[in-house]
């Protein structure tokens, strides 16, 4: 997992070879891979310095090189690790990492601690995982070509703008602490998703508080999940529920925001009638989380 190479590497990383990583990432804006003579020019080290970073570097698998049609470096996601770690680390935001909470297709997720001593868990986005035509199909502010590493950048800075709007609202989601390139920094994460528990004590409750949360979203901030489903809601040891993975949000203006909302409310009423635990009606469910109506009605299987 390239953030276990990251954590591990960055305690070796001196401040020449973060200037390094910088070179290439900026490059990487016009460059698939960057000219070692552009690394040279921009970074003002010497050719042998820079060749000896650079081994470096590629030794601890954070870049990737190419011989073919010119000499040329790119960065691999462990390097793109480092530059945010770095950043975070200088900004005070993060002292150490502890274990993985979770490994997906599109994003790690590790527990980690404040200066202050403080749980909080730092996620890394990850669109390179998947394929790009799935990417452009799935996430619509994705436009044109864009490299893995920018994609997953606004993939994080969409998640963490998200967690700000909900966050200050009330909704039971974590609190947002710092954003940099692809990662972020939120609240700690305890618990398991959702699809996890075989058995839900008190499961009537837990639907109430998750359909209240899609209510307190689209009053109060405005915003729907729109990729909602039992894995990522995270159900808490007190029962107490956390809604995550926020990056392909929509506005309740946005055109297929009836159709994301429903979606929503579907597949989490769906789950626990799966689960012969609860039945809803949809449409009531749809107006009482659209404030059309206050009352919930749901029945027991």
């Known amino acids: 997992m390239s953030a276990e190479v990251a954590v591990k590497a960055y305690k070796i990383l001196e401040s020449e070879d973060f200037r390094i990583l910088q070179v290439i990432e900026a490059a990487l804006e016009n460059h698939e891979f960057a000219p070692k003579e552009l ?41 793109y690790d480092c530059l945010a770690i770095n950043a975070f680390v200088k900004a005070e935001v993060v002292e150490a990492f502890g274990k993985p909470l979770g490994v997906g297709k599109e994003a790690d997720v590790y527990n980690g601690l404040t200066p202050n001593g403080e749980r909080i868990a730092i996620k890394f986005h990850r669109l390179g995982r998947i394929s790009f035509r799935q990417t452009m ?3 619509s502010y994705t436009s044109g070509y864009t490299h893995w590493l920018f994609r997953s950048r606004m993939s994080a800075e969409r998640e963490f703008e998200a967690l700000k709007l909900v966050f200050l609202k009330g909704v039971a989601a974590p609190k947002p602490i710092s954003q940099n390139r692809h990662a972020i920094a939120m609240g700690a994460i305890d618990g398991e998703e959702l699809a996890k528990w075989t058995e839900i004590p008190d499961s009537e409750k837990v639907l109430r508080e998750i359909l209240s949360n899609i209510r307190k979203a ?38 297929n925001a009836k159709q994301l909302l429903t979606r929503d409310v579907e597949n989490i009423i769906r789950f626990f009638k799966r689960k012969r635990m609860l039945n809803a009606d949809v449409y009531n469910a749809i107006d009482y989380v659209t404030g059309r109506s206050g009352r919930l009605f749901l029945e027991r299987i």
């Not at 010497?46 to 960065?75: A, C, M, N, Q």
């Not at 529920?241 to 946005?254: A, G, M, R, S």
């Open 39 to 79: 690394i040279v020019k921009f970074s003002k080290f010497s050719s042998d310095e820079v060749d000896f970073r650079l081994d470096k570097l590629h030794k601890l698998r954070l870049i990737r090189r190419t011989l073919r049609p010119y000499l040329g470096y790119t960065l691999n996601y462990a390097g």
């Open 137 to 139: 199909k799935k996430r």
């Open 218 to 255: 689209y009053l109060r901030a405005g915003i729907i999940h729109a990729d909602l489903s039992e894995y990522n809601i995270i159900l808490k040891p007190d029962l107490h529920v956390l809604f995550i993975d926020w990056p392909q949000y929509v506005t309740k203006d946005h055109p």
